[in-house]
């Protein structure tokens, strides 16, 4: 008997993880301000490490970000890319299709564009511009395809299909502006570039200012977009069914096949439209190193999103916010600017780990019996 | 007889919801003890506890006259008790004696092979089981597949064995078998605990303990009651057993055909003859029925006949209509209705809620969409409407189906299907795994849409076949080894035929 006791005792006061029902707001956003405050202390633990002041580095941090009308700009427009690869994540993830190519679309959106804007010379000004948007897009979403084409036809997985061409097209990249037709002659030395664009080719800025353009309108103008098509529309439907069931959905009669073709042209074209408006807004000629890492970057931004268009937005601009402001950081507080990227990657697994949190929850057992 | 195995006061919960509430349960040594109850009654959860599976909340477990607590199966398995399980642990390229050896082993470098072979003969021998060591799994039918886990069990030197539902992937002579060897363990001193919601087979027990909604109703001696009595103890009211069907307007043969299938083949991806030379003919209000075990190829046949596979070669025509080679959108836009047998993965969007299940399939469809965008007014106003004609139980329309039962989740994939479809409905095992209230009302819906409306219906249930259909196919390694009028045949006809295909086939091996 006393045996029997101990038993039921130790059960008592046990306490198990179970997965929740129902989503609940509240302790979804408990959990994501949880992941902000471990995710910045453990940041402020790698700045303390490397020898910083932790104050002045957060301080110098905010003050790039959000401080100013300036900081604004220079966080908005460092934003515009982030939100746009993010997107591109967001399409694609949701259909569970798990395209990495979004690097390599941002560089094909570059030169799909810059051959528009070769090819397009001389028309007028609106013309030329859409023409030129619409070569890039047209370009990443060609690359974006020719993965699904080999997953679709061949069961290649798109995972390593969309890595490899993320290489292949920075050495065509690299090709075509390392001395290939589209280099920049100069006098004396080659640059890794093509020449200026010319003015009517370039994307209008915005607020009077010299850095924030067009482009962060477009950006915003996908992620409506975006939200329209997957909640609204039956393809969006049909990318959602697709990322929880492919089984089901194609038993009652949707091509899946066709589904993910339309899926990587979709995110292709919009990680595309990034590669543009950099070059068209930012950078005013085509180059590898303001393209580089944006799509990767696009990656973390759109799960840390939620895979949703309005959380990657808001994600987009916290790492907008981390661009600009860790110049200051670098300035101000005296820390390596390669911390930044460190302190996105532990931002992303504390998210992560925020959102897995949100779908559980502690349940005690056993709980008021006797 | 002394009591063996028992549970004293066992309740276990999961998530609020009550699994086993106070449950007294007793297992003598060298009965055969059958767990009866609906789905959801709390029978596999009861095993599962007594397996180490899961650790109850309150109460324990006794053996042996000892209180036990089993950490985990690992620890029940140690004390003597064995389970088999309704989905088998098997490595398809080993042979039969390669898994209960790795299955089993313990300890050490050596897995001793030599004495584990004599040791299995001489298990075979002693509880009649006839099953060749050096077999490879993969060829090996299912229902042979679980000699292999009894063996396992056997082999751990099990003196309680768990069966759930064994017979689910029997014929009915193979179950006879089963029956036979069950009387071999109990002469032997062996304890079962068989789990299943057959009449015949609880019958066969040496006494019966019913469950409902977590509970214990009651445990008897098959003898002291009858058939009908126990079925109240398990559903708690009166329910019908057989549905009645009016035969008189039953379809002739001279019915305007909806479906012609003729000589269709397929070869699956490995190459393997999932069907040869199908031919069936489905009239206007016609039931057909399709008996088989379960992997000789009807599931194959339902999804050639909805387009979601193409068969190589062969005819299909849909009221005239040559369909073969032809994407499933095309069988649903001439009036297929397909209600798959794996409800949550083939039918459902498990995460998407009722409302946007029910569109399923039809998400493009004029009647839901306005211009570019899906119509929610309307898809919710047909979503409301058939839950209430389908009588779905849910908090509302944007449940996600995943948190519905099982039965009312069949109940979504038919009014949607049923709804949307005009000429044949493909129903594969509608009603498995569902309550008996909801069974009923799933063949009433089935029966109650025939006019000018063709069925194709699969089951295990002999009796429902029987009872309900107007003809009955049965299949067997991947032929219709006969089509049988219900009301000429009996049981042990459609079981002969559906041992058929491995019957000729062991025919042929003699010569």
Same mark, same amino acid.
């Not at chain 1, 997107?87 to 395209?99: I, K, M, N």
């Not at chain 2, 008996?436 to 819906?445: D, S």
């Given at each position: 008997?006393?045996?029997?006791?101990?038993?039921?005792?130790?059960?008592?006061?046990?306490?198990?993880?179970?997965?929740?029902?129902?989503?609940?707001?509240?302790?979804?956003?408990?959990?994501?301000?949880?992941?902000?405050?471990?995710?910045?202390?453990?940041?402020?633990?790698?700045?303390?490490?490397?020898?910083?002041?932790?104050?002045?580095a957060?301080?110098?941090?905010?003050?790039?970000?959000?401080?100013?009308?300036?900081?604004?700009?220079?966080?908005?427009?460092?934003?515009?890319?982030?939100?746009?690869?993010?997107?591109?994540?967001?399409?694609?993830?949701?259909?569970?299709?798990?395209?990495?190519?979004?690097?390599?679309?941002?560089?094909?959106?570059?030169?799909?564009?810059?051959?528009?804007?070769?090819?397009?010379f001389g028309?007028?000004?609106?013309?030329?511009?859409?023409? +030129?948007?619409?070569?890039?897009?047209?370009?990443?979403?060609?690359?974006g395809?020719?993965?699904?084409?080999?997953?679709?036809?061949?069961?290649?997985?798109?995972?390593?299909?969309?890595?490899?061409?993320?290489?292949?097209?920075?050495?065509?990249?690299?090709?075509?502006?390392?001395?290939?037709?589209?280099?920049?002659?100069?006098?004396?030395?080659?640059?890794?570039?093509?020449?200026? !664009?010319?003015?009517?080719?370039?994307?209008?800025?915005?607020?009077?200012?010299?850095?924030?353009?067009?482009?962060?309108?477009f950006?915003?103008?996908?992620?409506?977009?975006?939200?329209?098509?997957?909640?609204?529309?039956?393809?969006?439907?049909?990318?959602?069914?697709?990322?929880?069931?492919?089984?089901?959905?194609?038993?009652?009669?949707?091509?899946?096949?066709?589904t993910?073709?339309?899926?990587m042209?979709?995110?292709?074209?919009?990680?595309?439209?990034?590669g543009?408006?950099?070059?068209?807004?930012?950078?005013?000629?085509?180059?590898?190193?303001?393209?580089?890492?944006?799509?990767?970057?696009?990656?973390?931004?759109?799960?840390?999103?939620?895979l949703?268009?309005?959380?990657?937005?808001?994600?987009?601009?916290?790492?907008?916010?981390?661009a600009?402001?860790?110049?200051?950081?670098?300035?101000l507080?005296?820390?390596?600017?390669?911390?930044?990227?460190?302190?996105?990657?532990?931002?992303?697994?504390?998210?992560?780990?925020?959102?897995?949190?949100?779908?559980?929850?502690?349940?005690?057992?056993?709980?008021?019996?006797? | 007889?002394? !009591?063996?195995?028992?549970?004293?006061?066992?309740?276990?919960?999961?998530?609020?919801?009550?699994?086993?509430?106070?449950?007294?349960?007793?297992?003598?040594?060298?009965?055969?003890?059958?767990?009866?109850?609906?789905?959801?009654?709390?029978?596999?959860?009861?095993?599962?506890?007594?397996?180490?599976?899961?650790?109850p909340?309150?109460?324990?477990?006794?053996?042996?006259?000892?209180?036990?607590?089993?950490?985990?199966?690992?620890?029940?398995?140690?004390?003597?008790?064995?389970?088999?399980?309704?989905?088998?642990?098997?490595?398809?390229?080993?042979?039969?004696?390669?898994?209960?050896?790795?299955?089993?082993?313990?300890?050490?470098?050596k897995?001793?092979?030599?004495?584990?072979?004599?040791?299995?003969?001489?298990?075979?021998?002693?509880?009649?089981?006839?099953?060749?060591?050096?077999?490879?799994?993969?060829?090996?039918?299912?229902?042979?597949?679980?000699?292999?886990?009894?063996?396992?069990?056997?082999?751990?030197?099990?003196?309680?064995? +768990?069966?759930?539902?064994?017979?689910?992937?029997?014929?009915?002579?193979?179950?006879?078998?089963?029956?036979?060897?069950m009387?071999?363990?109990?002469?032997?001193?062996?304890?079962?605990?068989?789990?299943?919601?057959?009449?015949?087979?609880?019958?066969?027990?040496?006494? !019966?303990?019913?469950?409902?909604?977590?509970? !214990?109703?009651?445990?008897?001696?098959?003898?002291?009651?009858?058939?009908?009595?126990?079925?109240?103890?398990?559903?708690?009211?009166?329910?019908?057993?057989?549905?009645?069907?009016?035969?008189?307007?039953?379809?002739?043969?001279?019915?305007?055909?909806?479906?012609?299938?003729?000589?269709?083949?397929?070869?699956?991806?490995?190459?393997?003859?999932?069907?040869?030379?199908?031919?069936l003919?489905?009239?206007?209000?016609?039931?057909?029925?399709?008996?088989?075990?379960?992997?000789?190829?009807?599931?194959?046949?339902?999804?050639?006949?909805?387009?979601?596979?193409?068969?190589?070669?062969?005819?299909?025509?849909?009221?005239?209509?040559?369909?073969?080679?032809?994407?499933?959108?095309?069988?649903?836009?001439?009036?297929?209705?397909?209600i798959?047998?794996?409800?949550?993965?083939?039918?459902l969007i498990?995460?998407?809620?009722?409302r946007?299940?029910?569109?399923?399939?039809?998400?493009?469809?004029?009647?839901?969409?306005?211009?570019?965008?899906?119509?929610?007014?309307?898809?919710?106003?047909?979503?409301?409407?058939?839950?209430?004609?389908?009588?779905?139980?849910?908090?509302?329309?944007?449940?996600?189906?995943?948190?519905?039962?099982?039965?009312?989740?069949?109940?979504?994939?038919?009014?949607?299907?049923?709804?949307?479809?005009?000429?044949?409905?493909?129903?594969?095992?509608?009603?498995?795994?569902?309550?008996?209230?909801?069974?009923?009302?799933?063949?009433?819906?089935?029966?109650?849409?025939?006019?000018?409306?063709?069925?194709?219906?699969?089951?295990?249930?002999?009796?429902?076949?029987?009872?309900?259909?107007?003809?009955?196919?049965?299949?067997?390694?991947?032929?219709?080894?006969?089509?049988?009028?219900?009301?000429?045949?009996?049981?042990?006809?459609?079981?002969?035929?559906?041992?058929?295909?491995?019957?000729?086939?062991?025919a042929?091996?003699?010569?």
């Amino acid at each position: 008997m006393s045996e029997t006791s101990a038993i039921s005792a130790r059960a008592r006061t046990r306490l198990t993880i179970e997965p929740r029902l129902n989503k609940n707001l509240r302790w979804t956003l408990t959990m994501y301000c949880a992941a902000t405050l471990i995710g910045t202390g453990l940041s402020a633990l790698l700045l303390w490490t490397s020898g910083a002041d932790v104050t002045r580095a957060f301080g110098a941090l905010l003050k790039g970000a959000f401080g100013s009308e300036k900081a604004w700009i220079a966080t908005l427009s460092k934003a515009t890319p982030l939100i746009l690869t993010g997107l591109a994540t967001v399409v694609a993830f949701r259909a569970q299709v798990w395209s990495i190519g979004q690097e390599g679309q941002v560089y094909a959106g570059a030169m799909g564009a810059y051959l528009g804007c070769l090819v397009f010379f001389g028309l007028p000004a609106g013309i030329y511009v859409s023409l +030129i948007i619409l070569s890039g897009m047209i370009g990443a979403a060609l690359l974006g395809t020719a993965a699904a084409v080999l997953k679709v036809r061949y069961g290649v997985n798109e995972i390593i299909s969309t890595v490899m061409m993320n290489y292949l097209i920075v050495f065509l990249l690299s090709y075509l502006i390392g001395g290939g037709p589209w280099t920049e002659i100069s006098t004396s030395v080659v640059y890794q570039q093509t020449p200026q !664009v010319p003015e009517t080719a370039r994307l209008q800025y915005l607020l009077g200012s010299n850095k924030l353009h067009l482009g962060f309108v477009f950006a915003l103008v996908a992620a409506a977009i975006c939200y329209v098509l997957l909640e609204k529309t039956p393809l969006g439907y049909e990318i959602r069914a697709m990322g929880h069931n492919p089984v089901a959905l194609s038993y009652r009669g949707t091509n899946i096949g066709r589904t993910m073709l339309l899926v990587m042209a979709i995110s292709g074209a919009i990680a595309g439209l990034a590669g543009v408006s950099e070059i068209f807004g930012t950078s005013h000629r085509l180059r590898a190193d303001t393209l580089y890492g944006l799509g990767y970057s696009g990656i973390i931004i759109g799960m840390i999103g939620g895979l949703r268009p309005l959380g990657t937005v808001i994600a987009g601009l916290v790492f907008g916010g981390l661009a600009s402001g860790s110049l200051y950081m670098k300035l101000l507080a005296q820390v390596p600017a390669a911390l930044i990227p460190a302190m996105e990657g532990i931002l992303l697994l504390t998210f992560l780990c925020a959102g897995v949190a949100s779908r559980y929850r502690l349940v005690r057992v056993g709980d008021g019996d006797v | 007889m002394s !009591v063996i195995l028992k549970s004293v006061n066992l309740t276990k919960r999961f998530t609020g919801v009550i699994a086993n509430e106070d449950v007294n349960f007793e297992l003598r040594a060298g009965e055969v003890h059958c767990l009866f109850g609906e789905n959801g009654a709390g029978k596999s959860t009861l095993s599962s506890c007594l397996f180490g599976f899961y650790q109850p909340e309150e109460g324990h477990i006794e053996m042996d006259g000892k209180a036990v607590r089993f950490a985990s199966p690992r620890d029940a398995i140690a004390m003597g008790i064995g389970m088999v399980h309704q989905h088998f642990v098997l490595v398809e390229a080993f042979t039969v004696l390669e898994n209960i050896v790795v299955g089993t082993h313990e300890r050490g470098w050596k897995l001793g092979m030599a004495s584990a072979r004599s040791r299995v003969e001489g298990l075979c021998r002693e509880y009649g089981i006839d099953l060749d060591p050096d077999t490879s799994i993969r060829d090996l039918a299912v229902g042979q597949q679980q000699w292999v886990e009894i063996l396992k069990a056997l082999y751990l030197e099990a003196r309680v064995l +768990i069966l759930d539902e064994p017979t689910a992937v029997l014929t009915p002579a193979e179950s006879a078998r089963l029956f036979r060897v069950m009387d071999h363990m109990r002469a032997r001193g062996l304890s079962i605990i068989l789990i299943s919601h057959k009449m015949s087979e609880v019958m066969q027990a040496d006494r !019966v303990t019913v469950l409902r909604e977590g509970r !214990v109703v009651g445990t008897v001696r098959p003898q002291d009651v009858t058939a009908e009595a126990l079925t109240r103890m398990m559903v708690g009211r009166n329910v019908e057993l057989r549905i009645a069907r009016d035969r008189k307007i039953q379809a002739r043969s001279s019915a305007a055909p909806v479906l012609v299938v003729e000589g269709v083949n397929y070869r699956d991806t490995q190459g393997k003859a999932a069907l040869v030379d199908i031919s069936l003919c489905i009239g206007e209000g016609e039931i057909l029925g399709l008996a088989g075990v379960s992997g000789n190829g009807q599931k194959e046949l339902f999804e050639a006949l909805s387009g979601v596979l193409t068969p190589q070669s062969g005819r299909i025509f849909l009221a005239g209509k040559e369909m073969r080679g032809l994407p499933s959108r095309h069988y649903m836009d001439s009036g297929v209705g397909l209600i798959p047998d794996d409800r949550f993965r083939e039918g459902l969007i498990p995460e998407f809620n009722i409302r946007e299940n029910m569109v399923l399939g039809w998400q493009r469809d004029q009647a839901y969409t306005r211009g570019p965008f899906l119509d929610q007014e309307k898809i919710g106003a047909m979503a409301d409407t058939l839950i209430e004609q389908f009588q779905i139980k849910t908090p509302s329309a944007s449940t996600p189906v995943n948190h519905l039962s099982g039965g009312n989740a069949q109940k979504v994939i038919l009014a949607r299907e049923l709804m949307h479809s005009s000429k044949l409905l493909l129903a594969n095992q509608p009603t498995r795994g569902l309550d008996l209230g909801v069974i009923e009302y799933v063949y009433r819906q089935i029966i109650a849409k025939r006019e000018g409306y063709a069925v194709l219906l699969a089951s295990e249930e002999l009796e429902d076949l029987l009872n309900l259909c107007d003809r009955i196919a049965v299949m067997a390694g991947g032929r219709i080894t006969g089509i049988v009028d219900p009301l000429h045949s009996s049981i042990e006809d459609i079981g002969l035929l559906m041992a058929g295909g491995t019957a000729t086939a062991a025919a042929r091996e003699a010569i």
